[in-house]
């Protein structure tokens, strides 16, 4: 099991990424980078972490 530093400063609550502190809801990178998948970004719903890495292959995920 591979021990990772939270950054207090990046919450996070997605389990399925490699970077997320399993034993709290925290990232463990310095900084992560935020961007969209939209033109026009309205809504939270339009924005990404473009730092997310699959914790496992993931056959069924969208995208």
Avoid: W
Avoid at 16 to 24: D, L, Y
Avoid at 25 to 51: F, M, R, W
């Amino acid at each position: 099991m591979e021990n990772k530093t939270a950054n207090y400063c990046i919450a996070c609550t997605v389990t399925q990424c490699r970077n997320h502190v399993k034993t709290a809801n925290y990232c463990a990178l310095d900084k992560i980078q935020v961007g969209t998948h939209e033109s026009n970004p309205t809504v939270s719903q339009c924005t990404d972490c473009e730092s997310f890495v699959a914790e496992k292959s993931c056959g069924n995920c969208n995208g």
